[in-house]
């Protein structure tokens, strides 16, 4: 049966052979998810996402309506916005203290993959709720945790994110918005926000904002910016919503994609009082919600590959669908054929499959660390853990999200003409997947993060601990006979990327550092590549063996083998030409001067 969303056998591979994710629970705090439960809450989040959030995609699309102050979701959304939250999905893998389940982030994931492939714009109001709740268990009082936290995990409330404003943008340093103290230990909110999705809509009775903002008298810079929770209902002693808080919906932006989730522009105190209170600590706050833009930029990861998913299974089934034109060595006369029997289709085919299924063995990996750092007792392994899922970030966020719209753009050429037309699904997945590549930090700022910080973090022992991870796997692979000459082509890969993962670190660290920092955003492409290519070699290196032991999948742990082979013998010489650019550090870049480049 064809798949719609994503493919149901390649997410059992992941985590079942893969990553053997019941091994990696057997006796540990996750020990009572085993196959059977694992399967069975996949198998619910793949109805719901099927039956009740799909149906949205398109719906969606027709985007939210904004009249004088409020925001109304398209239709159908509060209908499967309240069977999501029946189904507890929104806190599965969260403490059942607060109203979560409980469950491996793994398998969350797994699940996600469903919700977020059938409508991204209708997840995303779920998305900036989780990492609210989360940043509030993380850093509230008890009082914020009581009033708020069980009644955002249950989705009876939703959370957003306010950082950015209309001068500021990436510089969040340069905010404007005041914080005023009062006698009671509240604050007097006032300033303005922009894009900030979910900010305002009608499915929910209160909306909590996290808010950045400067304490009057405070340090300039993120040194002065703290934290504040700030309601948009404020909260009566009994925890219901009481009066109307002064945070007010002046618009929304008509966007390129995603127009089923409404992105505001806010006003806090604008015509009365704003009320907020303190999260965390004094000018701090900028390291409280960066807790909740880690999680942010693992989930948009997801978020972009499970556009790219989508659109990789609309292809596939199309291509096989599609009959045009004979083989090019069948003989005169010959009917025509699917256009999947066609070189350059399957070649585009191969390599949007590439790409994705490397990105689903990254992503639940990386659910798979963030289980490790909660089953492990030993300290020194969760902080080792913790700094590898920190490397991981920039490419999960950066790389991943790039490589998704490439897929999306593909997905659009295998359908040809009818791909550009918006009465098919593919063109919808492009333009709504082009904001992941801006969403949580552009993925030039993950490049730069990448480069600035992790490549150096501790006196870069976590990025050597990464290789090591990497090395480690192209040695199992060199076991496998069938593998060897694939694993020693990624072993020279592999080498020659050390080689220019120094001579770029050493550049970052001279005169040269502008000319290295130009470079940044290729050296998280050739980063990403070889994480792929890491993640399609340990997929082959599990399948090559069981393609003769069972032979009802032999095709599919074929095709696992087949993937590798290409993107490692295909795809990775290009990423070669690049290291070389990387390695030479020219200085071009930073030599062009802003007349050069024409315009006036």
């Keep these: 049966m064809a798949q719609l969303i994503a493919d149901k056998r390649d997410i059992d591979f992941v985590l079942h052979e893969q990553l053997d994710i019941g091994a990696e629970y057997k006796g540990g705090s996750y020990a009572e998810f085993n196959r059977k439960t694992i399967d069975l809450i ?45 189904g507890e999905w929104l806190g599965m893998s969260d403490d059942p203290e607060w109203g979560g389940q409980g469950l491996p982030h793994a398998v969350s994931m797994a699940a996600n993959e469903y919700f977020y ?24 009082t008890e009082t914020q945790k009581k009033q708020c936290l069980k009644k955002m995990l249950s989705g009876e409330w939703s959370g957003t994110m306010l950082l950015t404003e209309p001068e500021a943008g990436s510089d969040v340093g340069a905010l404007t918005t005041v914080a005023t103290k009062n ?53 009566n002693e009994d925890g219901t919503p009481g009066e109307f808080n002064d945070v007010v919906c002046t618009g929304i932006e008509e966007k390129m994609g995603l127009h089923g989730n409404c992105t505001c522009s806010l006003t806090l105190g604008g015509k009365g009082e704003c009320i907020g209170t303190l999260l965390g600590e004094e000018n701090k706050g900028m390291a409280a919600m960066f ?29 096989r669908e599609r009959v045009q034109t004979k083989g090019l060595t069948d003989p005169a006369g010959s009917a025509p054929v699917a256009i999947i029997n066609h070189p350059d289709v399957k070649r585009q085919l191969l390599i949007m499959k590439s790409y994705v299924d490397g990105m689903r063995s990254l992503i639940y990996y990386g659910g798979l660390c963030h289980d490790k750092i909660a089953m492990t007792d030993d300290v020194e392994e969760r902080k080792a853990t913790n700094e590898l899922l920190e490397v991981l970030t920039p490419i999960i ?39 992941f590549m801006i969403y949580e930090g552009t993925n030039g700022i993950q490049s730069m993060d990448l480069l600035g910080r992790k490549l150096g973090m501790k006196k870069g022992k976590p990025f050597m601990d990464f290789l090591e991870v990497i090395r480690r796997s192209i040695t199992k692979a060199k076991e496998v006979e069938e593998l060897a000459p694939l694993a020693e082509t990624m072993e020279r890969f592999f080498v020659r990327y050390t ?26 492409e050739v980063t990403g590549d070889l994480t792929m290519a890491w993640m399609l070699l340990w997929r082959a290196t599990v399948a090559a063996p069981l393609t003769e032991k069972k032979k009802k999948d032999a095709a599919f742990y074929k095709g696992q083998v087949t993937t590798a082979r290409f993107f490692i013998n295909t795809m990775l010489p290009t990423a070669m030409g690049k290291m070389d650019a990387i390695q030479a550090c020219d200085g071009a870049v930073t030599a062009m001067d802003d007349a050069g480049f024409g315009g006036k």
């Design 183 to 235: 006698g009671d230990g509240t604050y007097n909110i006032s300033g303005s926000k922009i894009f900030i999705s979910g900010g305002e809509h009608d499915m929910v009775a209160n909306i909590i904002h996290p808010v950045l903002a400067r304490i009057e008298g405070a340090p300039e810079g993120t040194r002065g910016i703290s934290l504040f929770l700030v309601p948009k209902f404020r909260i």
């Design 397 to 435: 966020k950066g790389y991943v999200t790039d490589k998704a719209f490439e897929v999306c753009s593909h997905g659009i050429q295998v359908f040809g003409g009818y791909g550009f037309v918006e009465e098919f699904p593919v063109a919808q997945l492009l333009r709504d997947s082009r904001i």
């Design 117 to 140: 492939g059938s409508c991204n714009s209708f997840m995303l109001y779920n998305m900036l709720t989780h990492g609210a709740a989360k940043l509030l268990e993380g850093f509230g």
């Design 291 to 319: 807790v909740m833009m880690n999680e942010a930029r693992q989930m948009v990861g997801l978020q972009g590959f499970a556009n790219a998913t989508a659109s990789y299974i609309h292809a596939l089934n199309y291509a």
């Design 499 to 524: 080689e220019v993962a120094t001579a770029i670190s050493k550049s970052a660290m001279s005169d040269k550092v502008l000319d290295a920092y130009a470079f940044s955003h290729p050296f998280l």
């Design 42 to 86: 996949i198998g619910e989040a793949r109805n719901l996402g099927i039956k009740e959030l799909l149906p949205l995609q398109k719906v969606g699309d027709d985007g939210c309506v904004f009249d004088a102050g409020s925001v109304t979701v398209p239709e159908g959304f509060k209908r499967a916005y309240d069977l999501y939250c029946e």
